[in-house]
């Protein structure tokens, strides 16, 4: 016996499926919204411990951080003293309004060096310079 076959038309979708894409987007989103603020912190510097009030860095602000040897580091490379202050004089000279400096020094520093990095941020005309700490253990 002679079977029959049915013809079926096949359809073309013009339509393209986005929901695998949004949700691939939203996780990538959320898997740098955690990692971002983590990079910057990856310096191992230790800070001195204090109470107060924690102060969040805004998007524009600027994180230099100092080692226990005196080492800094802007912008994930390290820098000298020189280099530190061409590097702020061009960042003033391009931002068209106040740019919050962090500066975040090891525990083990001499004081001096602070003050001489202190010294540097406002030679290059910054006047919102905060020194971050840790806070204490209670």
């Given at each position: 016996?002679?079977?029959?076959?049915?013809?079926?038309?096949?359809?073309?979708?013009?339509?393209?499926?986005?929901?695998?894409?949004?949700?691939?987007?939203?996780?990538?989103?959320?898997?740098?919204?955690?990692?971002?603020?983590?990079?910057?912190?990856?310096?191992?510097?230790?800070?001195?411990?204090?109470?107060?009030?924690?102060?969040?860095?805004?998007?524009?602000?600027?994180?230099?951080?100092?080692?226990?040897?005196?080492?800094?580091?802007?912008?994930?490379r390290?820098?000298?003293?020189?280099?530190?202050?061409?590097?702020?004089?061009?960042?003033?000279?391009?931002?068209?309004?106040?740019?919050?400096?962090?500066?975040?020094?090891?525990?083990?520093?001499?004081?001096?060096?602070?003050?001489?990095?202190?010294?540097i941020?406002?030679?290059?005309?910054?006047?919102?310079?905060?020194?971050?700490?840790?806070e204490?253990?209670?």
């Open positions: 016996m002679q079977q029959k076959r049915r013809r079926t038309q096949v359809k073309a979708y013009s339509e393209i499926n986005l929901t695998n894409l949004i949700d691939t987007l939203f996780f990538l989103l959320i898997i740098f919204m955690i990692t971002a603020p983590l990079l910057e912190y990856s310096v191992d510097v230790t800070p001195p411990e204090m109470n107060a009030d924690p102060i969040k860095p805004d998007s524009d602000s600027k994180i230099i951080n100092v080692k226990a040897d005196g080492t800094i580091v802007y912008d994930r390290t820098v000298t003293e020189a280099e530190l202050q061409i590097v702020l004089h061009d960042i003033e000279q391009h931002s068209g309004r106040e740019t919050a400096i962090f500066l975040r020094g090891d525990r083990d520093l001499r004081y001096g060096v602070v003050m001489n990095i202190m010294r941020i406002r030679g290059a005309g910054f006047r919102n310079v905060n020194l971050v700490m840790q204490e253990a209670r």
